[in-house]
C-alpha cells in the first residue's frame, strides 16, 4: 500500500462551511503532528452541533527538503488518532514539488473554508506555508491564522529569518502559547500592529492583527492506564524507587546533556534514584550503509555550511549525549530506550516515572510539557523560554538556572526531599483544556 493512501480522504464537499487545519498528518512523527491532530479533534468536537460544519486536515505528504536525512513517518503507530471524527485528511503538500502548492490552495478553496489554522513549527517550511497562506488570503473569504509553536526556529540560520519575514505577515491573525512568543512577534514585526486576545474575540474594525493568548493544551490522546503494572514494569525496565525521565526527540536544545550531568551528580550521593531516558535520536533514523542516506548527508552538510550562522552552535550532527552515560560511570542507573515509541505505549513510561526533566537550553511551548500534565507528573525545568510562566516553583515543578548544572542537580535534590503533590499539576492541567482552545478559534463563527 503506497505510504499516504487513506481511506479517510473522500471527495471534497461542496457548499459545506468548514475549518481547515495545515500541518502535519496522523502518518507522521512528532509532536507537532500529535497537535494538529489534536486540534482538529477538539475542534471536530466542538461542532458536534453545528453538522453542517466540516473540519479538515490539510497535510504535507513531505515536509522538508529531500535533502533531509531523517525520516519522518510514523511507521510503529497502530491506533487511528482520528477514529469516531468526522474528520477528513487529505495528504497534498510536497515541499518539493510547487505543483503541489497550487493544487492545496485550489483544493482548500473548494472545501470553502471559514478559517484557515496553519500550524508554524519552522521557519524553513515558510516558503511553501507563505506561499499557500497569501495565495488563500487572496483567492478566498477565510481568516488566515499562524498558529506559532515558535517564531523564529531555534537553531536560527540565515533563511529563517527571510522565510519568517515572507509567510507570517500572510496571516489575518496568530495565535501564541507564551508570552514570550507574542513579545518576539512583535519585536520581529515592528510595523505591524497587534492586539491581545484570550477569549478569541476579534474585531475586524480595527487594524491591528489579533494574537490569541493560548496555552499549549494537554494532550488528551494519551492517558493513564489504570490497570497498568507499574511495579512490574519498572521491574522489567530496571528502574530504582524515584524515576526521573527525559522524553522525546533527542535534540540539543532539550539539553539532555545537562540533564544527565545533573544526575550523575545526584546519583553520587544517594543509590535509590534513576534515569530514564526515552526517544529517538533524531538524526539516526536512516539507514547509515545506504547510498542515498550518505548522498543526503552529504548534500545536507554542505547546505548547512552555506546557511548556518558561522560562530552559533547550530550543527548537531555530531549530538551524542548518550556517550555521557558511560563516561560518569552511571550506567547500572540509567534506562535508554533510544527509538521512535509508538502511540500506544507512552503511557508505560510516563506511569513509572514521578517527575518529567525539561533542562532545555532554549526553550518554546513544550508538547512533551503538556503531554506530562495528563500523567500528572511534575516538571523540573530550566528558567528559559516559556517554562517561568507554566511553572510555578514548588507547586507544579522546580526551576533552575540554565547551563547550571549544580542548579540543576539542586532542582533534583529539592524534588526528593520536597515532593510536588500531583494535585497541585492537576490544577494547571485543568486550565489547559482543548475545548477552551478550540472555542477560541471558533467564536467568531459560531454561537455557544
Same mark, same amino acid.
Given at each position: ?12 464537499q ?13 502518518r ?57 471524527t ?17 493544487r ?8 470553502q ?13 515558510g ?7 497569501r ?12 498558529? !506559532?509553536?515558535? %517564531? ?6 540565515? $533563511?529563517? /529569518?527571510?522565510?519568517? #519575514?515572507?509567510? @507570517? ?11 514570550s ?6 519585536t ?8 491581545h486576545?484570550?477569549?478569541?474575540t476579534r ?11 493560548l496555552?499549549?493544551p ?9 490497570h497498568?503494572?507499574i ?13 526521573f ?29 534513576? !534515569?530514564?531516558? %526515552? ?6 533514523? $536512516?539507514? /547509515?550503509?545506504?547510498? #542515498?542516506?550518505? @548522498? ?21 550532527s555530531?549530538?551524542n ?42 526553550a ?5 510539557e ?56 492537576d ?22
Amino acid at each position: 500500500m503506497p505510504p499516504f493512501t487513506d481511506l479517510r480522504i473522500t471527495l471534497f464537499q461542496i457548499s459545506v462551511p468548514s475549518i481547515v487545519v495545515i500541518g502535519p498528518g496522523p502518518r507522521f512523527k512528532g509532536g507537532i503532528a500529535n497537535y494538529t491532530v489534536s486540534l482538529a479533534r477538539a475542534l471536530d468536537t466542538l461542532l458536534t452541533e453545528h453538522p453542517e460544519w466540516q473540519v479538515h486536515i490539510v497535510s504535507w505528504t513531505q515536509q522538508y527538503p529531500a535533502i533531509m536525512p531523517r525520516d519522518f513517518i510514523d511507521r510503529k503507530s497502530r491506533t487511528d488518532l482520528l477514529a469516531g471524527t468526522r474528520i477528513q485528511v487529505h495528504y497534498l503538500l510536497n515541499y518539493n514539488n510547487p505543483l503541489t502548492w497550487r493544487r492545496t490552495v485550489n483544493a482548500i478553496k473548494t472545501l470553502q473554508p471559514k478559517c484557515v489554522v496553519i500550524q508554524w513549527a519552522i521557519a524553513l517550511q515558510g516558503l511553501p506555508l507563505g506561499w499557500v497562506a497569501r495565495r488563500l488570503r487572496k483567492e478566498t473569504q477565510a481568516e488566515i491564522i499562524f498558529d !506559532l509553536h515558535l %517564531v523564529r526556529q531555534k537553531e536560527a540560520s540565515r $533563511l529563517d /529569518a527571510l522565510f519568517t #519575514r515572507y509567510a @507570517l505577515p500572510a496571516a489575518h491573525g496568530y495565535i501564541v502559547h507564551a508570552l514570550s512568543t507574542a513579545a518576539e512577534l512583535a519585536t520581529r514585526f515592528p510595523k505591524l500592529s497587534f492586539v491581545h486576545t484570550q477569549d478569541g474575540t476579534r474585531n475586524t474594525q480595527v487594524a491591528a492583527r489579533p494574537v490569541l493568548t493560548l496555552y499549549h493544551p494537554v494532550y488528551e490522546m494519551f492517558r493513564p492506564d489504570p490497570h497498568f503494572n507499574i511495579k512490574a514494569e519498572k521491574l522489567r525496565l530496571g528502574l530504582r524507587k524515584h524515576v526521573f525521565l527525559f522524553f522525546g526527540f533527542i535534540r540539543k536544545y532539550k539539553g539532555l546533556h545537562n540533564c544527565i550531568r545533573a544526575f550523575a551528580a545526584l546519583a553520587a550521593t544517594r543509590d535509590d534514584v534513576s !534515569l530514564l531516558i %526515552v526517544g529517538e535520536s533524531f538524526w539516526n533514523t $536512516l539507514n /547509515a550503509n545506504s547510498w #542515498r542516506t550518505r @548522498l543526503k548527508q552529504s548534500l545536507f552538510g554542505f547546505a548547512k555550511k552555506i546557511f548556518l550562522n558561522r560562530g552559533t552552535a547550530n550543527d548537531e550532527s555530531g549530538y551524542n549525549p548518550l556517550t555521557l552515560i558511560q563516561q560518569l560511570g552511571i550506567a547500572d542507573r540509567c534506562t535508554v530506550v533510544n527509538e521512535f515509541v509508538p502511540n500506544e505505549d507512552v503511557y508505560r513510561y510516563f506511569q513509572v516515572s514521578d517527575a518529567i526533566l525539561l533542562f532545555y537550553e532554549t526553550a518554546t511551548p513544550s508538547g512533551v510539557e503538556s503531554l506530562s500534565y495528563n500523567f500528572s507528573l511534575p516538571v523540573l525545568a530550566t528558567r528559559v523560554g516559556h517554562f517561568p510562566e507554566t511553572i510555578t516553583d514548588g507547586f507544579n515543578g522546580y526551576l533552575a538556572d540554565a547551563e547550571s548544572i549544580p542548579s540543576m542537580t539542586n532542582a533534583l535534590s529539592r524534588f526528593l526531599t520536597h515532593p510536588i503533590p500531583r494535585a497541585n499539576v492537576d490544577t494547571m492541567k485543568q486550565q489547559l483544556s482543548w475545548a477552551n482552545y478550540a472555542l477560541c478559534i471558533l467564536r467568531p463563527y459560531i454561537v455557544r
